[in-house]
Nanobody, 115 residues
């Protein structure tokens, strides 16, 4: 069973940048679409961005132009480059398949953006 471990979160000022990584314990090449999700306090978890095995991407309007998702199947890793961060980006960030697989949820990584 593949396990996903997110890392790279932290505290950053508004306008700053972070790069998140999602490392899989096994191959992700069989997972067609991978995504990054986030959950802010008191809110439901939402899909932020996704990437297909072919490299096609899609972004939520709230992060379009600021976030970039990428994947390296050889390293079994998915990345999320986050630029121009805003306080409303504060959340726990998770990676998972799209649609999500309940067995793949990891601990997530906390991103906190101060104003």
């Amino acid at each position: 069973q593949v396990q996903l471990v997110e890392s790279g979160g932290g505290l950053v000022q508004a306008g700053g940048a972070l790069r998140l990584s999602c490392a899989a314990s096994g191959s992700i090449s069989s997972i067609n679409t991978m995504g990054w999700y986030r959950q802010a306090p008191g809110k439901q978890r939402e899909l932020v961005t996704l990437i297909t095995s072919g490299g096609s991407t899609n972004y939520a309007d709230s992060v379009k132009g600021r976030f970039t998702i990428s994947r390296d199947n050889a390293k079994n890793t998915v990345y999320l480059q986050m630029n121009s961060l805003k306080p409303e980006d504060t959340a726990v960030y998770y990676c998972n398949a799209v649609p999500s697989n309940g067995r793949l949820w990891g601990q997530g990584t906390q991103v906190t953006v101060s104003s």
